[in-house]
């Protein structure tokens, strides 16, 4: 019921925010690979709360339990079964937003589907859920950077009206890592941090964008017409918490160019292998890798748990005030980024083992 994601790569994700715990269970990981616990722990790290002064300071370590699929330090091919568990959960926090729906959230239509919901932190639509897509997501990236030497680095690109200046060809994972924010333009970097400090302070919160770029990704994955790359890069990050926006490549901004001036001309490098001089698709055309970097941008909307009054109604649809408690994000941009590598990966992951089982066996 829509907790599924991928057609031979597939992660199942489980748990509530303020359950026993969140996790993942993978099916379709050859077998065989070399993974651990502190592997995938490096990437919920990142992903973590309380990791800064700019995140909500929620106390939880994420350590993550592997409870199958893996045998003396490798894959068997058999479902992995990944779990981490709730610690630091103030379910008494969320008592008053039992009977008011929060503006912007998903209490209402939760409850317009399944007519129950689990109110405290959210429950399935938390993103605390996204815990399960990350440990999935570090597999996927070791299993893409051990077949094809794939690398994907997502970074904050911009936070409200403060737009860093990266170039997606040469950022490094160090000077993503280099700050609380993980934007890579440091000046930028900094007037980012004040900026959300302040919109914190005041009980409000802010969005951005944030870019990934995968390199050296192999020619040739996708499917044409329904399962295009693009088509499902925008399906996996589109499914994150807060996300409102996609783009790949020139995005929106192709629009105000001409054929000529948007088409990416062929040549053929010095190795004999045919390139593209400029690279407007992004890494895709006719929704299929061509060699090139792939690089997209995902916008989040501010987070919609805010400390400042707000008009909205209960349960039974009486007009009232919310002021929400709890910790809360003043903005989720940092902590996004690796949720966007992650489904990033899974989709790079199942396209191509998808790719080498339909065109890897004649």
């Not at 748990?15 to 993974?35: A, F, K, N, Q, T």
């Not at 490096?42 to 339990?65: A, F, N, W, Y």
């Not at 890592?177 to 004040?194: G, K, L, Y």
């Not at 970097?293 to 400390?307: E, H, S």
């Amino acid at each position: 019921m829509g907790n599924t994601f991928g057609q031979l790569f597939r992660v199942t994700s489980f748990g509530e925010s303020h359950g026993g715990g969140v996790g993942v269970v993978v099916d379709g990981c050859p077998p065989r690979l070399e993974i651990s616990a502190e592997e995938i722990q490096v990437d919920l790290d990142r992903r973590r709360p309380g990791q800064s002064k700019i995140t909500t300071p929620r106390k939880e370590l994420d350590t993550c339990e592997i409870l199958s699929g893996v045998f003396e330090g490798k894959t068997l091919g058999t479902p992995i079964a990944i779990l981490v568990r709730n610690k630091d959960a103030r379910s008494q926090d969320y008592d008053e937003m039992a009977q008011k729906y929060r503006p912007s959230h998903a209490d209402a239509t939760y409850d317009a589907k399944y007519g129950i919901r689990n109110w405290q932190g959210g429950g399935r639509s938390s993103a605390r859920e996204t815990i399960g897509r990350v440990a999935a997501g570090a597999i996927a990236k070791k299993i893409l950077r051990q077949v094809a030497g794939v690398e994907i680095i997502g970074y904050v690109n911009r936070i409200k009206d403060l737009e860093g200046v990266v170039d997606p060809d040469t950022v490094t994972l160090e000077q993503v890592e280099s700050n609380i924010v993980r934007c890579p333009d440091q000046d930028c970097a900094e007037r980012m941090i004040d900026l959300i400090e302040q919109i914190g302070r005041s009980g409000d919160s802010i969005g951005g964008v944030v870019e990934c770029v995968a390199r050296n990704v192999p020619k040739g994955l996708g499917m044409p017409v329904f399962d295009k790359l693009e088509a499902d890069l925008a399906k996996g990050v589109m499914s994150l918490p807060a996300s409102k926006g996609f783009e790949i490549g020139s995005g929106f901004a192709g629009t105000l160019m001409t054929g000529s001036e948007h088409n990416d001309e062929f040549y053929t490098d010095e190795d004999g292998q045919i390139r593209t001089r400029t690279n407007r698709s992004g890494g895709t055309q006719g929704g299929i890798s061509n060699g090139e970097n792939i690089i997209l941008r995902v916008a989040f909307k501010p987070t919609a748990t805010i400390r400042k009054e707000q008009h909205t109604v209960t349960t039974d649809g009486e007009e009232t005030v919310l002021a929400a408690k709890g910790r809360h994000d003043p903005c989720v941009l940092p902590r996004a980024v690796p949720m966007v590598e992650a489904m990033v990966a899974l989709v790079l992951c199942d396209h191509l083992l998808r790719q080498q089982g339909q065109c890897g066996v004649l």
